[in-house]
Structure formats: structure tokens, C-alpha cells
């Protein structure tokens, strides 16, 4: 703790510094789910693990543009990749998604109070 601050002032900086960190990476979730195609390759990958020459059949899309769209949803947490031979598989994150989202219910149940 720096000279002349409270125990207290300490103990809401961290609180702060700790919700700003919730609240970016929460942003990056919704930053890779504002984009609808980015949507259904999350529908697609909730069938399961899938090659990226699949999704790239499925959009036709360039394979930069696959690769930047999977970038921000590995970014965000939201998706996971494997490397087989020459493939990339990739398949969604369950215990993060599942995380990320019983985070943002709580953030709304606080906000909004009890369900009714």
C-alpha cells in the first residue's frame, strides 16, 4: 500500500481494477458475437468439432477471412483450435461459454434486481 492510503482505498482500487478486467473481456464476447456469420459458425460448432475446410465450404469466404473470424472468437474465449496434418479443427469452448454466460446473468440479476 502506497504512504497515506486507507486499507479501504486500497481494497476498492483492486475491486475497480478487477471489474474493469470483467468488463473487457466481456466486451470481447460480444465484440466476436456481434458479426452474424461469426454467429453461425457458433451454431455450427454446437454439432460439434469441425474442420476449418468445412467452414470454409459452408461461407465461401477466403481462408484470411476464416482465420481472423476464428481469431476473435478464440480471442473471446468462445471457440478452441486443434492441428491435425495440415487441418485445423475447431470446436466451442463449453466450460468458458458456460462461465461467460452465468457471468453475465449475474451482472443482469444484480442490475435489475430479484426475478420476478
Known amino acids: ?3 497515506g492510503h486507507t486499507a ?3 481494497f476498492e482500487g483492486v475491486v475497480k481494477a478487477a471489474m474493469e478486467s470483467r468488463y473487457i473481456k466481456m466486451s470481447k464476447v460480444f465484440k466476436a458475437l456481434s458479426d452474424p ?5 457458433v451454431d455450427m460448432l454446437s454439432c460439434g468439432e469441425m474442420c476449418a475446410c468445412v467452414l470454409l465450404k459452408c461461407f465461401e469466404i477466403s481462408q484470411p477471412t476464416l482465420a481472423h473470424d476464428m481469431k476473435v472468437l478464440s480471442e473471446a474465449g468462445i ?6 496434418g495440415k487441418n485445423t ?3 466451442l469452448n463449453w466450460h468458458e461459454l458456460k462461465n461467460k454466460s ?4 449475474d451482472m443482469l ?3 435489475s434486481g430479484p426475478a420476478e
Open 1 to 3: 500500500m502506497k504512504p
Open 8 to 10: 479501504r482505498k486500497y
Open 37 to 41: 456469420k461469426r454467429i453461425k459458425i
Open 79 to 84: 471457440v478452441t483450435s486443434r492441428r491435425e
Open 89 to 91: 479443427y475447431y470446436a
Open 102 to 105: 452465468q457471468k453475465f446473468q
Open 109 to 111: 440479476r444484480k442490475e
